[in-house]
C-alpha cells in the first residue's frame, strides 16, 4: 500500500512538471502549419523562413543559458512559473501582432519560455523521483511534448479545414481563425498554457535544491511524501547531503573538473548531433516535405506523424527503466538510417515510388526517433550530472541542443532546395552513426542508478584522465 501512495505521488509530481513538455511541444511543432501562410502574406524569401522557424530558437538559446542559474537561484518551481508566463506573452502577443517584427519579437519570447523549461521540468522530474522509476519519470516529459506535437498537428489541421481564406472582416478573431489562421494557430496555446500555469502551485520545491540551500527540515518532508517511509526519507537525505558536502556552492570553474568535464561534453555532443539526424527537420517541415513528395493533404500526413510519435513514446516510457538507456538507443537509430535511406530513396528522380512507401517509412522514422533518442535524450541529461552543478551543466547540454535545433530550422529549407529532399534525408542518416559511436564509447548506462552512483561513476573516470 505504501508503494502504491508513494508511486501516486510520484508520478503527481511529475506529471505536472511534465506539462511544460506540452507547452515545449506545442509551440515548437505550430510553426510547421504557420510557414506557408506566413511566408506568403510577408513576402518572406528562403532566407526569411527559415528565420520565421528559427527566431524561436534564438529566444530557446537565451533561455537555456539562464534556466541553470535561475532554477539554481529561485529555485525548480518558481522558474517553471517564469516559464509559463513567457509562453502566456508569446501565445497572446503572436495572436493580436500587429506586424512581422511583432511576430517575430513575440515567438522569441515564446522560444526563452521553452529554452528554461526544457532545462527545469527534467531536473526537477528526475530530484523528485526514486533511481528505480527515474527514467520512466523524466520520460513523461517526453511523453508530454509529443502530446503538445499532437495537439498543434490537430489544431493546425481543424483551424485550416474550417478557415474561410476570402473573408475580408476585419474583426479580430474572424481574421484569427481565416484568412490569418496562423493567429488562431499560434494563439490556441493560450489554453495548455492556463492549465501550466494553475497547477504549479500545487507541487512543492525540489527537495534536493532545498537540501543544497540548507533546508533539511522541508526536504525531509517531501522525502517523506516521497519515499512513504521515514527511515527511507531520512536515508535519502544523508545520502544527498553526503553527495554535496563542502561542495554547495556552484561555480563555472567546479565544471572544468575532470570528470565533470568531461560529463558536460558527452553531454552537450550527444544533445547537438540529435538534431542533426532530421528530427526537427520533421517536425517544422513535416507539411512542406509531405507536400513535395506529392501527398494531396500534408498536414493530415503530419497529424498521423504527431500520433505516432505520443503512441510511441507510451511504449518508451513503459520500457526504458527495464530494457535500459543504451539499448534503446542502438536498436532505435539503426531503424532511424534505414528509414532515412529509404526515404532519401523515394525522392530520387528515377524511382517513381508510390506514396505509400514514403509514408510508411516516414512514419517508421518517427517510431524509431521516438522510442530512442527522444526518449533518452532528457533522461540522460536530467540524470548524469552531480547535485551541486545539475542546472548550470544542464543548461550547457541545453544550449548545445538549441544551437542544433537553431540550424537545424535555418537550414532545412535551404538543404530541401540545394541539396533536394533526396540529398538531405541521407545527410541526417549519415549523421547517425558519430551520435552512435559516443553512445558506444563514452556514455554509462544510468539504468537504475542514483544520482549519487552517477555522481560517482564521472569522479572515477575524471580520476582516470
Not at 519570447?109 to 526544457?118: C, D, H, L, Q, Y
Amino acid at each position: 500500500m505504501k508503494t502504491q501512495k508513494v508511486s501516486a505521488y510520484v508520478v503527481f509530481l511529475s506529471v505536472v512538471a511534465a506539462i511544460g513538455g506540452i507547452l515545449f511541444g506545442y509551440d515548437t511543432a505550430v510553426i510547421s502549419g504557420t510557414t506557408e501562410i506566413v511566408k506568403m502574406q510577408f513576402g518572406l524569401s528562403t532566407g526569411g523562413e527559415g528565420w520565421y522557424v528559427g527566431c524561436a530558437l534564438i529566444g530557446s538559446i537565451i533561455g537555456v543559458l539562464v534556466a541553470g542559474m535561475l532554477s539554481d537561484f529561485l529555485g525548480r518551481k518558481k522558474t517553471m512559473l517564469i516559464a509559463a508566463l513567457m509562453f502566456s506573452i508569446s501565445a497572446i502577443g503572436c495572436a493580436v501582432c500587429a506586424d512581422f517584427a511583432q511576430l517575430v519579437i513575440f515567438r522569441m519570447i515564446g522560444g526563452f519560455g521553452i529554452g528554461i523549461v526544457s532545462i527545469v521540468s527534467p531536473i526537477y522530474i528526475s530530484e523528485v523521483s526514486p533511481a528505480h522509476v527515474r527514467g520512466t519519470m523524466v520520460s513523461f516529459y517526453q511523453l508530454f511534448i509529443t502530446i503538445g506535437f499532437l495537439l498543434a498537428y490537430l489544431a493546425n489541421f481543424l483551424i485550416l479545414k474550417r478557415a474561410i481564406l476570402d473573408s475580408t472582416s476585419g474583426n479580430l478573431y474572424v481574421r484569427m481563425f481565416n484568412n490569418e489562421y496562423w493567429r488562431g494557430m499560434l494563439g490556441c496555446e493560450t489554453i495548455p498554457d492556463i492549465l501550466f500555469l494553475l497547477v504549479i502551485f500545487f507541487i512543492p520545491e525540489s527537495p534536493r535544491w532545498l537540501i543544497v540551500k540548507g533546508q533539511d527540515s522541508k526536504a525531509l518532508g517531501i522525502l517523506q511524501l516521497i519515499y512513504g517511509s521515514d527511515e527511507e526519507a531520512s536515508n535519502g537525505l544523508s545520502e544527498t547531503k553526503s553527495s554535496i558536502q563542502g561542495e554547495v556552492k556552484t561555480e563555472w570553474k567546479t565544471l572544468l573538473e575532470p570528470g565533470i568535464f568531461m560529463a558536460v561534453l558527452i553531454g552537450s555532443a550527444i544533445a547537438i548531433l540529435g538534431q542533426f539526424m532530421g528530427v526537427n527537420a520533421v517536425l517544422y517541415y513535416g507539411p512542406k516535405i509531405f507536400a513535395d513528395a506529392g501527398f494531396e493533404d500534408p498536414l493530415f500526413s503530419t497529424v498521423l506523424v504527431g500520433v505516432v510519435n505520443m503512441l510511441t513514446t507510451v511504449v518508451a516510457l513503459l520500457i526504458i527503466d527495464k530494457v535500459g538507456r543504451k539499448k534503446l538507443v542502438w536498436w532505435g537509430v539503426g531503424g532511424m538510417i534505414v528509414c532515412l535511406l529509404m526515404i532519401g530513396i523515394y525522392f530520387l528522380p528515377f524511382t517513381n515510388l508510390p506514396n505509400w512507401f514514403m509514408l510508411t517509412f516516414f512514419l517508421l522514422y518517427v517510431f524509431c526517433t521516438a522510442i530512442s533518442i527522444s526518449a533518452v535524450v532528457f533522461v540522460l541529461l536530467s540524470e548524469m550530472y552531480p547535485n551541486r552543478v545539475r542546472g548550470l551543466a544542464m543548461s550547457i547540454a541545453g544550449f548545445a541542443l538549441w544551437i542544433g535545433t537553431y540550424l537545424i530550422g535555418q537550414l532545412t529549407p535551404w538543404m530541401l532546395e540545394n541539396l533536394t529532399p533526396s540529398g538531405t534525408f541521407f545527410l541526417f542518416a549519415f549523421m547517425c552513426f558519430p551520435y552512435l559511436w559516443i553512445m558506444y564509447r563514452h556514455v554509462p548506462d544510468t539504468t537504475g542508478k542514483t544520482l549519487e552512483e552517477i555522481e560517482a561513476y564521472w569522479k572515477a573516470k575524471g580520476g582516470k584522465r
